[in-house]
């Protein structure tokens, strides 16, 4: 997992208790890497915070992968996932995560069937603005909207 980030404690703390349930309870073979951006002085407090989240997991399980970097400047989701990217080894299996996304183990599995080194890619569309209402506009017997 690369995961940047900027200003997101109650976020993160949120994502880290996923990533705790799938990943860390059940052994899953998987590491953590935090790209902690700051772009101003009241970031820092933010930052602290985002930093001993890390560290309190890392301790919790001394045997997991856990751990961040530093970035400089305004945050950018591109260029975290970049600098991420460039501290791994060239044959690691990478996802690029946004903390708001929420996965299992099943999905987790997915990624590793469907990408192969060097070959092929898996890139899930995630559909963070889904709307079912939009969706039921097909169905048989119920009458679609008129204005858009």
């Given at each position: 997992?690369?995961?940047?980030l900027s200003r997101v404690?109650?976020?993160?703390?949120?994502?880290?208790?996923?990533?705790?349930?799938?990943?860390?309870?059940?052994?899953?073979?998987?590491?953590?890497?935090?790209?902690?951006?700051?772009?101003?002085?009241?970031?820092?407090?933010?930052?602290?915070?985002?930093?001993?989240?890390?560290?309190?997991?890392?301790?919790?399980?001394?045997?997991?992968?856990?751990?961040?970097?530093?970035a400089e400047g305004e945050?950018?989701?591109?260029?975290?996932?970049?600098?991420?990217?460039?501290?791994?080894?060239?044959?690691?299996?990478?996802?690029?995560?946004?903390?708001?996304?929420?996965?299992?183990?099943?999905?987790?599995?997915?990624?590793?069937?469907?990408?192969?080194?060097?070959?092929?890619?898996?890139?899930?569309?995630?559909?963070?603005?889904?709307?079912?209402?939009?969706?039921?506009?097909?169905?048989?017997?119920?009458?679609?909207?008129?204005?858009?």
């Open positions: 997992f690369i995961v940047p404690t109650d976020r993160l703390r949120d994502f880290m208790q996923v990533y705790e349930k799938v990943s860390l309870e059940t052994g899953t073979a998987v590491s953590l890497l935090g790209v902690l951006f700051h772009d101003s002085p009241e970031d820092q407090t933010s930052l602290e915070q985002c930093k001993q989240l890390f560290d309190q997991y890392a301790t919790k399980y001394p045997d997991a992968a856990i751990r961040y970097i530093e945050f950018s989701r591109a260029v975290g996932l970049d600098l991420g990217a460039r501290q791994l080894p060239p044959d690691a299996l990478l996802f690029f995560c946004d903390i708001d996304v929420d996965f299992d183990k099943g999905f987790l599995q997915r990624c590793r069937n469907n990408a192969v080194i060097g070959q092929q890619v898996f890139y899930p569309a995630v559909f963070s603005q889904y709307d079912p209402e939009l969706v039921k506009e097909g169905i048989p017997g119920k009458p679609k909207p008129t204005n858009l």
